[in-house]
Nanobody, 121 residues
Framework: QVQLVESGGGLVQAGGSLRLSCVVFGRTSSRYVMGWFRQAPGKEREFVATMNWSGGSTYYADSVKGRFTISRDDAKSTAYLQMNSLKPEDTAVYYC??????????????WGRGTQVTVSL
């Protein structure tokens, strides 16, 4: 059984930074493509970033490009999302996902429960 557990969310002022972590339990994260998604109140879940198996390829949503960075440490079975220059519109529940498809679609096999990120003015 594979489980993903996110952490690192919280309340931050606009312009600030947060780093989200996602630990993969049950299997090493090196087996998976890792992705981050988010869902704001009243909106559908949307893609944020993804990283392929080797970590050599990444892809970002236009809304976060240049501000967010996805990374992974497979020795720790952990994926990260470094979020800089945060904006109020980044407020959402952030979800980690693991799968076998390098994609921005929600075609991931495993999902975490999410961590809340709130950005204030």
């Amino acid at each position: 059984q594979v489980q993903l557990v996110e952490s690192g969310g919280g309340l931050v002022q606009a312009g600030g930074s947060l780093r989200l972590s996602c630990v993969v339990f049950g299997r090493t994260s090196s087996r998976y493509v890792m992705g981050w998604f988010r869902q704001a109140p009243g909106k559908e879940r949307e893609f944020v970033a993804t990283m392929n198996w080797s970590g050599g390829s990444t892809y970002y949503a236009d809304s976060v490009k240049g501000r967010f960075t996805i990374s992974r440490d497979d020795a720790k079975s952990t994926a990260y999302l470094q979020m800089n220059s945060l904006k109020p519109e980044d407020t959402a529940v952030y979800y980690c996902a693991a799968g076998t498809q390098y994609t921005s679609r929600s075609e991931y096999d495993y999902w975490g429960r999410g961590t809340q990120v709130t950005v204030s003015l």
